[in-house]
């Protein structure tokens, strides 16, 4: 893969990457969270039960710009979790990535997305997926989420008509995640066609500044709105596991995939950063992610092929965009404390990158 050492976007505030031409609504509204928050901080949130995982998410939200989920290993995986969460990252202002890591035909990935006891397109802004089946499992996924959006929009609309009451200025805006997860669960929505969505681009001609304080930031999330409701991707380009297969041709090959679908694809799990070409915007997120215990021996693996790195070398050496970090956080006895050591960690990593610059 070429190097992307001296790619625009590796100077460039994330801020004001969010004003890009073709940014999709979802990553511009990503980057414009992780500017006022000053967090480039993902929590693998690994755990097995609702309690489990709300309870991380209220100790580590304020901390974080995105929370990652593995439902399948939730025991008591349902609405109550679905909600719950949901209702703290509205509040937390943070977006959930389900790491479903799909990997199969079209038609099955479909299913997978949108049906079934977990309903992922339901609750789940981001998802990711592996390209070995060809790059159709892109092409399937987009057009599930399209067509899932589009039929809550309809249902709103029809409330509407219906005569529910709703204020003047909920009509008026665009459905956000708030109206989704108000609206009933339904059955599998697939439709093998492109579907219009009412979901408005948050890229600005000018970034989104924020001064010092936390009224400030108050004030500025206040002003991003709601999460909005759209659906992004991202592609399993490379991986932090000791052996993985994913590289050289592979690589390059997931890149050129994304590019094929900028409106839906966000970016990468990978461990460097991907963009070379002149209009590439994608983020990259970046797992293996460890800082030495604040007493203790820096981790090096875990025994079971995972590999890890500081903030430092996977931000400001390799170009990653958001760190993911599970086990440094979750097995932290204060997991608050720990989230925000990481937080500081890597945006200092990412200031030191661009070089505290404005754009």
Known sequence: MPSSNSHHTRTQSFAYRATHSNIPPLAGYLLHLISIKRSNLC?????????????????????????????????????KTIRGLREIAQRKKFLVFEDRKFGDIGSTVQKQYTAGPLEIVRWA????????????????????????????????????????????????????????????????????????TRTESLSSPEPMEVGPGAEAQKEALKSLGDIPLARGLLLLAEMSSEGNLL?????????EIAREHKDFVIGFIAQHGLNSKADDSFIT?????????VSG???????????????????????????????????????????????????AAYEKRIGARKN
């Open 285 to 293: 997120f970046t797992p293996g992610v460890s800082l030495p215990p």
């Open 297 to 347: 021996i820096e981790r090096k693996g875990d025994g079971l092929g995972q590999q890890y790195n500081t903030p430092r070398k996977m931000i400001l050496e390799e170009g990653g965009d958001v760190i993911i970090v599970g086990r440094g956080i979750i097995d932290a006895t204060d997991k608050a404390a720990e989230a925000e050591r990481y937080r500081k960690e890597a945006w």
């Open 43 to 79: 929590v693998s949130a690994d755990v097995t039960s609702t309690a489990a995982l709300l309870r991380l998410a209220e100790d580590v939200g304020d901390s974080i710009c995105i929370i990652k989920t593995h439902a399948d290993i939730i025991n008591d995986f349902g609405d």
């Open 247 to 255: 590289t050289g041709a592979y690589t390059e090959r997931c890149v």
């Open 125 to 196: 802004c981001i998802t990711n997926a592996h390209i070995f089946p060809g790059p159709a499992i892109v092409r399937a996924l987009k057009e599930a989420a399209a067509a899932s959006i589009a039929q809550l929009n309809q249902s709103v609309q029809t409330e509407i008509s219906a005569g529910t009451p709703r204020t003047s200025n909920d009509s008026a805006r665009s459905t956000s995640e708030a109206d989704y997860m108000s609206s009933p669960r339904k059955g599998s929505i697939v439709a093998a066609t492109t579907i219009e």
